[in-house]
């Protein structure tokens, strides 16, 4: 929750996706939307039909991947290529490059 605090500090309007109607970023956030941000096409159609400026992953790999996906459809700042990111969160992708 780090990040989400240091947001709201600098006074951006913090918008939260997730399942867990208990997780504590959604007590807080200006806007909640309830699913898995693991299902990276449900998360496409929300950043769609919203205007963002940043989309931040919360401190999971599913997270990182699906906004990876997203922001690949964009021009969010801050994410490697989603070919990238799969290669770099494959153990055994990773290790093949260097062969």
């Known amino acids: ?3 989400f605090f240091k947001l709201k500090e600098r006074g951006f309007h913090v918008s939260v996706c997730g399942n867990v109607s208990g ?3 959604h007590k807080y956030a200006d806007e909640s939307f309830f ?3 693991s299902q990276r096409e449900k998360l496409l159609e929300l950043v769609e039909s919203q205007t963002f400026d940043y989309l931040v992953p919360s401190c999971n790999d599913y997270s990182y991947m699906s ?3 997203v922001a690949s459809h964009f021009d969010f700042p801050g994410y490697d290529s989603y070919k990238t990111a799969l290669i ?3 153990k055994s992708d990773f290790s093949g490059i260097y062969k």
């Open 23 to 25: 997780d504590p970023c």
């Open 88 to 90: 770099l969160h494959n």
């Open 1 to 3: 929750m780090p990040i």
């Open 67 to 69: 906004c990876a996906w």
């Open 35 to 37: 699913f898995d941000y």
